[in-house]
């Protein structure tokens, strides 16, 4: 059986497929379906590079494995290319079970594994490298969003069920993850706040930060 070295890392980017209308729907009434499309790839490739400017190993999680990628999907392709990271899609229903598996297969290869969603460009590498230093010392990581979620989750020990019956989405799934996590037997921490891009206002910072 390999042995996994407890210093290693790997940083799992979950992102779903760059499709017209199924992503990033609540800036589309500001930026139309197109749009909200293109925001989303530009929000991808922002989240791609301050992950691997981590220094860490860096794994690409589609939302589900396609027969063709959509075409608005190539410029993440090129860029997963170019950094020479690896694809692969989530696995699980829920997303608190497409989670908890990642963490599990990235566990038995890394001493420390963890997730960033592809709507999270505030989670910079100073940020992944602070929750891997977290992760010396507790369990669990979880980085929360000023909107009651979390911008990242990172673990070292999961427990079966861990992320169950969480209402994703809401805000409340930061403090049902701490209550499960502390039903489960395990330690956690919490990062600084950060934020997420969900709504027009997220996304207008965003941009205003990207041209700052």
Not at 43 to 63: H, I, T
Not at 151 to 162: E, F, H, K, Q
């Amino acid at each position: 059986m390999q042995r996994v070295d407890p210093e290693s890392v790997l940083v799992m980017q979950f992102a779903k497929w760059p499709e017209a209308g199924r992503v990033k729907t609540r800036l589309m009434p500001e930026l139309g379906a197109e749009g909200a499309m293109d925001a989303h790839v530009r929000l991808s490739l922002a989240v791609l590079e301050n992950l691997v400017a981590s220094g860490y190993g860096v794994r690409f999680l589609w939302d589900r494995p396609l027969d063709r990628a959509p075409a608005a999907a190539l410029p993440i392709i090129e860029q997963l290319t170019s950094y020479e990271v690896d694809q692969h899609w989530q696995q699980g229903g829920v997303l608190g079970e497409r989670m908890t598996q990642a963490l599990e297969s990235g566990l038995q290869e890394s001493g420390k594994a963890m997730i960033v969603g592809s709507d999270c460009p505030s989670v910079d590498a100073d940020y992944v490298r602070l929750a891997v230093a977290a992760l010396d010392e507790v369990d669990v990581v979880l980085g929360p969003s000023d909107d009651g979620g979390y911008v990242l989750i990172g673990a070292r020990v999961l427990a079966p069920d861990m992320l169950a019956g969480v209402a994703w989405g809401t805000q409340n799934a930061l403090e049902q993850t701490r209550d499960r996590l502390t039903q489960s037997g395990l330690t956690y921490a919490l990062l600084p706040e950060k934020w997420d891009v969900d709504e027009p206002e997220d996304w207008r910072r965003f941009l205003g930060q990207s041209s700052g």
